[in-house]
């Protein structure tokens, strides 16, 4: 079983749909938490950090359940810019090295 | 964004050749790391550095050396490259601790080819 498993989707939705994304993890002194984004032949870059209490950052709401071992990605009101690829990204306490998902695809069609 | 340079960001070689990939950065963090991206693998660790000099290996190791002499550099070698080693490869660099600290920012790739 792999650390960190994320659906790989694709996920295809129309313009302003909601989607969610799940990943969970299988280390419980998993520390910190973070959903990235990948375009296509892009590197990945950093969407948002996700924190115990959960956190949103406009369209986008991101929460972790510890006792279930997932994070979560909701993106409300799709845009065909959302279109990329998201990476789970898991940390474990004071470890230098981060495990990542293998991402979900994500395609919005007009 | 976070200073990162790859070089060179494009490399056709022939199978037994050495490559170096060299990840210059700008932000003095303390953690450095190569990647491979492959298509249906994701990203997945070579090696990565948490200091002058300290190295660690990655998931994927074999066939590929490292070395970081200065803060600001970390060299990637591939001492005799083979076709498997075709791929795209990303550097990426965090300032190490707990929470956002762990963040990593990537370098835009390397994209090699081995014929």
Redesign the interface.
Known sequence: RKEVEQDPGPFNVPEGATVAFNCTYSNSASQSFFWYRQDCRKEPKLLMSVYSSGNEDGRFTAQLNRASQYISLLIRDSKLSDSATYLCVVNKINAGKSTFGDGTTLTVKP | DAGITQSPRHKVTETGTPVTLRCHQTENH??M?WYRQDPG???R?IH?S?GVKDTDK?EVSDGYSVSRSKTEDFLLTLESATSSQTS?Y?CAI?E?????K????????TRLSVL
Do not use: C, K
Request: a neutral charge.
């Open positions: 303390r953690y790391y693998h994701g990203l660790l990565y948490y990655g795209v990303f965090s190490g601790g707990s929470g956002d762990n963040i990593q920012y990537f370098g835009a790739g």
